[in-house]
């Protein structure tokens, strides 16, 4: 059975920084297409990093130069850092491989 567990969302100040964890279970991340994702309230889920396999990485322009995707393959983990945060980046982010699997998501709020 395959498990997606985010983590590391929290309240923080505009301007801050966080890191979000998407620990996995059942599958080998490295082999798959991996995403995050975030959906703020009244608002389409928006894509917001993408990793592949080769380890070639994507970002809308929204959060291109603030938003860094990696993955530890010894951890079995993806990771989203988040930086210089905007209280447009509020919503809840998700992890997916290729949309097959989705986390339970972590609230991430930018607020002063």
């Known amino acids: 059975q395959v498990q997606l567990a985010e983590s590391g969302g929290g309240l923080v100040q505009p301007g801050g920084s966080l890191r979000l964890s998407c620990a996995a279970s059942?599958?080998?991340?490295?082999?798959?297409?991996m995403y995050w994702y975030r959906q703020a309230p009244g608002k389409e889920r928006e894509l917001v990093a993408r990793i592949i396999p080769g380890g070639s990485t994507w970002y809308p322009d929204s959060v291109k130069g603030r938003f860094t995707i990696s993955r530890d393959n010894a951890k079995n983990t993806v990771y989203l850092q988040m930086n210089s945060l905007k209280p447009e980046d509020t919503a809840v982010y998700y992890c997916?491989?290729?949309?097959?699997?989705w986390g339970q998501g972590t609230q991430v709020t930018v607020s002063s």
């Open positions: 059942g599958i080998i991340l490295s082999r798959y297409v």
């Open positions: 997916s491989n290729n949309g097959v699997d």
